[in-house]
């Protein structure tokens, strides 16, 4: 069984920051990419960053410039700096990987259980 749990949400005053964190547990051989998405209420489910396993990123345009993402392959665990927020961050914000159990075996993807971030005008 594989764990993604995600921590570092609440509230925060816009221009504010926030930084999650995403520690993966369980039966893991290996880690490809990880990523954050998040959900709005009545929306649909969006990418807000990845990361490969080398530490190539991608950022959705409303965020880039402001978030950073990064990882820590030792620790299994991948981060959100937040920067400048505006409440239209306002979200669950969900962790993702794609997780490979042992040697031999496809990667699989995983999602946590989300993390609420609001932010205040």
């Known amino acids: 069984q594989v764990q993604l749990v995600e921590s570092g949400g609440g509230l925060v005053q816009a221009g504010g920051s926030l930084r999650l964190s995403c520690l993966a547990s369980?039966?893991?051989?290996?880690?490809?990419?990880m990523g954050w998405y998040r959900q709005a209420p009545g929306k649909e489910r969006e990418l807000v960053a990845t990361?490969?396993?080398?530490?190539?990123?991608n950022y959705a345009d409303s965020v880039k410039g402001r978030f950073t993402i990064s990882r820590d392959n030792a620790k299994k665990t991948v981060y959100l700096q937040m920067n400048s927020l505006k409440p239209e961050d306002t979200a669950v914000y969900y962790c993702?990987?794609?997780?490979?159990?042992?040697?031999?075996?496809?990667?699989?993807?995983?999602w946590g259980q989300g993390t609420q971030v609001t932010v205040s005008s």
């Open positions: 993702n990987a794609d997780i490979r159990h042992i040697y031999s075996s496809p990667y699989l993807n995983y």
């Open positions: 369980g039966s893991i051989f290996s880690i490809d990419a």
């Open positions: 990361i490969s396993s080398v530490c190539s990123t």
